[in-house]
C-alpha cells in the first residue's frame, strides 16, 4: 500500500519561512502529479500546490508567490517551500497525488502565530 510520510512542520512567526518534505513509498513521488495539500481547523482539505512529471507547478491563489513546491527524482522527494507565513496558512499539511489518490498520511503541522 502506498505510504507518504511528511515531516517539516511546526510554529512559526508571521512571516517567517519553513520547508515541508514527503516521500512517498513504491517511488510514487516519481510516477504521478504530485500535490500538497492542507487542513485547517474546521475547514475542508484544499490543494495548494502541484507538480507535475515534467515539472509544471500550480498554486491555489491564497499561497501564489509565497509558496514553491519542487521534486528530487533521485530522492523520491517533494518539498514545499514556503516563505511569507500568515496566520491564514495555519493547517495540517500532506502530499498525495495531484488528485489525491492514495490513503493521507500522518501530515505535518504548520502552525503561524506571533
Known amino acids: 500500500q502506498v505510504r507518504f510520510v511528511e515531516s517539516g512542520g511546526g510554529l512559526v512567526q508571521p512571516g517567517g519561512s519553513l520547508r515541508l518534505s514527503c516521500t512517498g513509498s513504491e517511488s510514487i513521488v516519481n510516477r504521478y502529479a504530485m500535490g500538497w495539500h492542507r487542513q485547517a481547523p474546521g475547514k475542508r482539505r484544499e490543494l495548494v500546490a502541484s507538480?507535475?512529471?515534467?515539472?509544471?507547478?500550480d498554486f491555489a491563489d491564497s499561497v501564489k508567490g509565497r509558496f514553491t513546491i519542487s521534486r528530487d527524482k533521485a530522492e523520491n522527494m517533494v518539498y514545499l517551500q514556503m516563505n511569507n507565513l500568515k496566520p491564514d496558512d495555519t493547517a495540517d499539511y500532506y502530499c498525495?497525488?495531484?488528485?489525491?489518490?492514495?490513503?493521507w498520511g500522518q501530515g505535518t503541522q504548520v502552525t503561524v502565530s506571533s
Open positions: 507538480i507535475t512529471l515534467d515539472g509544471r507547478t
Open positions: 498525495n497525488t495531484k488528485f489525491a489518490q492514495y490513503p
